[in-house]
C-alpha cells in the first residue's frame, strides 16, 4: 500500500464486509485493485494514466523528464494502461522513449485512438502511431471522440481478426453524444467504451453504465477530475473525517475510489504531471472501496462544497 | 463534420501553459545571439516606419517567424502548427509583393504616430512581457523570431502605410489565435494582441482627417 492509508484490520474488514463489492473485482497480493476485461476476463488494475496535454511536452528535455519519472512511478506502482491518441501532440512519442527507458513494453496496456475523419487514412495514422511508441502491436484501439467511426471500426475488426489488435474501442467526453454512444453500444461488437465520469458528472449511470454491463463492454473512464478544475475546487476544503473509512488519505484518492467502486468501471486514467500527484491517484487503487452508502454520501458532501 | 461541432476551444488546447512559455525559453535559448541581429533589423525597420521599404522588413519577418518558430518549434507540441507556418510564409510574401505597390501612400499623421507607437511597442515592450509578468525573463518574445512582436510590429507598419487592406488578415486572425490561446490557458495579458488588432483596425476604417496645411 504505498499511498493509500493503512486502516485498522478490523476497520477494513469492517469497510469490506459493508461494501457491496462487484462480482469482478479482485485484490492481488501487494498489488492494487484490479478488475477483469468483461470480454475476455483478463485483469486490469483500476487506475490507468492518461497523456491528454501532460505528456505534450515536445523536445523539451525537462519536460520528457518529468514524464518520464510519471511513468516510472506508474510502472513501479503496477500501473498498466496507458492512454494516448494522435490529437495529443508529441505526447505519443514521449511515451514511446518512456517505455523504452523504463523497459515497459511488456508492462504497458496500450490504449491508443484513431483520429481522423477520413476512413482510408486510418491505416496509415494506426502505423504513425504505432511508431511513435515502438511497440509491436498495441493493446487496445479506440476510436476518438467518433470520428468517421463507421470507417474505423471496420478497420480495428479487420486489424483484431488478425491479431494485430487485442481490443477494439470508442470514445467521448461529450454528453451530447451519449445517444450515439449508446446506438452503437447497441449495435456493434466493441470491448471498450471510454467515456467521462465523475463525482459530479454521473449522468452515465442512468443508462450506458447499464448498457454496458449488458453488452459486456468495459468502461474506461476518463476525465476524473475534469480536466483538473473539479480537484482544484474540492482540494480547498478539509479533507472530510469519514474518507479514512475507505483509505481515502487525500482528496484525489476519495475522487478516484468513487469512481472505481462502481462495479461498471473498469478503470480510471487520471493523467498528471507530477510524481507526487501520481502517487496519490495510483493509492486510489488500494484498499477498501466505498460501498453505496459512502459514495452517496460522498456526493452530497462534494455536491454542498 | 457533424463531430468537428461538438469541439470547444478548450479542446484544442493541447499543451499546459508551462510547456507553451518553456517553450519561447527554448527558442532563445537556440537562437543565441540571432537575437541581437533580429533587434537590430527591427530598429531599421523603425527608422524607414512609413516607408515601402520597411514592408520588405516585416515579409522577411513573416517568413522566419513561419520557419523558425512555427514549422520548426511550435509543430513540436501543435499538429496545427504546420498550417499556421504556411499562413505566415504567405503573409511575407504578401508583404513583399505589395512592398512594391505603386499606390502605397502614408497615412494621416494620428495613424502614423500610432503605428509608429505600435513598433515601438514590439520591439521594446514584448520582450520584456514576461519579465514584467512573473515569468522568467527568458521567455521574451522577440521580432522576427518569434509571433506576437512581429504581428504587432506589422500592424504598426500597416497602420503608418495605407497599404492593401489584404495584408491586414492575417494579423487580425493571429491577434485572434492569439488571445483565444493564452485567455484558454487563463494567462495575463491575453487581451494584448487583441487590443492591438481592434485599435489599428479603428484607426483604418476612421475617417482619415483633412491635414491642416
Ligand atoms: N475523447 C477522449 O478520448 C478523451 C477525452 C478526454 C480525456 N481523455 C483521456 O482521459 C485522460 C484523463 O482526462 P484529462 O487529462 O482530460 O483530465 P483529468 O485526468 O480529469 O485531469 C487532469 C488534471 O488533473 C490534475 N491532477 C491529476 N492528479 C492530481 C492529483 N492527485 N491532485 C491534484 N491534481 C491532480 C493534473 O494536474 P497536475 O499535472 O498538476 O497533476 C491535470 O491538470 C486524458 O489524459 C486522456 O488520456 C480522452
Known sequence: MPAGIPVSRRALLGGLAATALPFNISFGQGAGVTRAIPSTGEKLPVIGLGSWITFNVGNDPRGRAASIAVMREFFNAGGRMVDSSPMYGSSQGVIGEGLKTLAAKQQVFSAEKVWTSSGRSGPQQIEITRRHWGVEKFDLLQVHNLLGWEAHLETLHAMKAEGRIRYIGITTSEGRRHDEIERIMQSQPVDFLQISYNVLDREIEQRILPLARERRIGVIVNRPFRQGDLIDAVRRHPLPVWAAEIGAANWAQLLLKFIVAHSDVTCVIPATTRTQHLAENMGAGHGPLPDAAIRRRIISHVEAL | ?213
Open chain 2, 1 to 213: 463534420m457533424a463531430a468537428w461541432s461538438t469541439y470547444r476551444l478548450s479542446d484544442f488546447l493541447l499543451f499546459s501553459p508551462e510547456t507553451y512559455f518553456r517553450l519561447f525559453e527554448l527558442h532563445n535559448e537556440t537562437l543565441w545571439p540571432w537575437q541581437v541581429a533580429a533587434v537590430i533589423a527591427g530598429l531599421a525597420m523603425l527608422a524607414v516606419t512609413g516607408q515601402p521599404l520597411a514592408l520588405l522588413f516585416a515579409g522577411a519577418a513573416w517568413l522566419l517567424t513561419a520557419w523558425l518558430w512555427l514549422y520548426e518549434r511550435y509543430a513540436t507540441i501543435n499538429w496545427a502548427a504546420e498550417y499556421l507556418a504556411y499562413g505566415f510564409a504567405l503573409q511575407g510574401l504578401l508583404l513583399w509583393f505589395f512592398a512594391f505597390d505603386r499606390e502605397l501612400q502614408p497615412t494621416d499623421s494620428r495613424s502614423r504616430a500610432f503605428g509608429f507607437m505600435l513598433v515601438v511597442c514590439a520591439l521594446a515592450l514584448q520582450p520584456l512581457l514576461p519579465w514584467m509578468l512573473g515569468r522568467p525573463w527568458q521567455q521574451g518574445e522577440v521580432f522576427a523570431l518569434m509571433p506576437g512582436p512581429t504581428v504587432v510590429a506589422t500592424l504598426g507598419l500597416l497602420l503608418a502605410l495605407r497599404a492593401h487592406w489584404l495584408l491586414l488578415v492575417l494579423p487580425l486572425a493571429w491577434c485572434a489565435i492569439d488571445g483565444a490561446t493564452l485567455w484558454t490557458m487563463k494567462a495575463p495579458a491575453f487581451w494584448l494582441l487583441p487590443l492591438a488588432g481592434l485599435l489599428t483596425l479603428v484607426l483604418r476604417v476612421m475617417p482619415v482627417k483633412p491635414r491642416p496645411d
